[in-house]
């Protein structure tokens, strides 16, 4: 299948929509990011690369970081994980507190805000190289461990985390730091809420490209193998079974909505980016800076929707 062609087609047919959706304004770094943009690239599993429109232009992953802190927790604590997290859709705003309250402090699933830093808490206590070091230089460690592990996935060291995003996150960060401190009466944080969040701040302002993006996914799409390195990064069944998370969890509460269009595994950030993954076949990332009501690219949306429509790929 020639995927060139199909790109450059969804890319002039999605122009018209690029002027609807809104930036993630609550978020003053975003919100100042131009709307009209799109890019999209796909990475086949034989190491075929195409692209479109602003493939190489970075931009903040958000949320799409929870995939691979997911990833690196359950490398760290396997199924003990999920004692302090949940594997159902939550059928609710990525930054709803009202769920927590009814299941005593336990998230619903480690996609949405409250499960993510649950997971970033995981990552802290059992960091790669914790070296007795204090505190402040424990969480140092466990931001580079996140951003060495994006590097290493995507093949690029040149991966940076956006500095001036981490901070607007932090400093407005309201409704996160009450999901952790609620967390946290629970019993469900096992370090400094403080600590935890300015990890999570900091791994949700990683920047990257479409194309990095889609090259840092693929071993999802190869059973946990990086089919062009060969490195094995997880096994075969803890792919599956974060593909099967991200499909049913990875839109919030559009995620229902985006199996029954695009049928395929996926994860939106707010930064406006999605990575979808086509099992055995490819990884492929979309861009565009409007979201729509639930917090999801809406051209990126549309153009998935698009490219599944022209390739036949779905997991149905």
Not at 181 to 207: D, P, T, W
Not at 262 to 286: F, R, T, Y
Not at 287 to 296: A, D, E, I, R, V
Request: proline letters at 4%.
């Amino acid at each position: 299948m020639d995927l060139q062609p199909i790109l450059d087609g969804i890319a002039d047919k999605i122009g018209p929509h690029l002027s609807e959706g809104r930036v993630a304004d609550y978020i003053p770094a975003l919100a100042r990011v131009e709307r009209e943009q799109f890019g999209m690239a796909v990475i086949t599993c034989k190491g075929e690369t195409a692209q479109t429109g602003a493939a190489d232009t970075v931009f903040s992953i958000q949320s799409i970081s929870k995939v691979f802190t997911l990833t690196m927790a359950l490398g760290k604590i396997g199924n003990d994980l999920w004692e302090r997290v949940g594997r159902e859709p939550s059928g609710s705003a990525f930054n709803s507190i009202i769920q927590l309250e009814r299941e005593h402090g336990i998230p619903r699933n480690p996609l949405i805000n409250a499960g993510a830093i649950v997971v970033t808490d995981v990552i802290l206590s059992n960091r790669a190289d914790p070296g007795g070091r204090g505190s402040g230089e424990a969480g140092i460690d466990a931001i580079r461990e996140i951003l060495d592990f994006m590097r290493s996935t995507a093949h690029d060291e040149t991966i940076a985390i956006d500095r001036e995003v981490a901070e607007s996150e932090a400093a407005h960060g309201f409704r996160n730091a009450s999901l952790a401190n609620f967390m946290k009466s629970f019993g469900n944080m096992e370090n400094s809420v403080e600590r935890a969040l300015r990890v999570y701040f900091h791994q949700c302002a990683i920047a990257m490209s479409c194309k990095q993006l889609a090259r840092a996914g693929l071993f999802l799409a190869a059973d946990g193998r990086d089919p062009i390195s060969g490195k094995r990064i997880v096994t075969p069944s803890r792919a599956r079974r974060i593909n099967a998370i991200m499909l049913t969890c990875g839109h919030y509460d559009a995620s229902g909505d985006f199996a029954f269009k695009v049928g395929l595994p996926g994860k939106s950030g707010v930064g406006g980016g999605i990575l979808c993954i086509v099992p055995d076949i490819a990884a492929l990332a979309v861009w565009s800076p409007g979201l729509n009501k639930n917090g999801n690219s809406h051209a990126g949306t549309l153009a998935l929707e698009m490219l599944a429509r022209e390739t036949g790929w779905s997991i149905f």
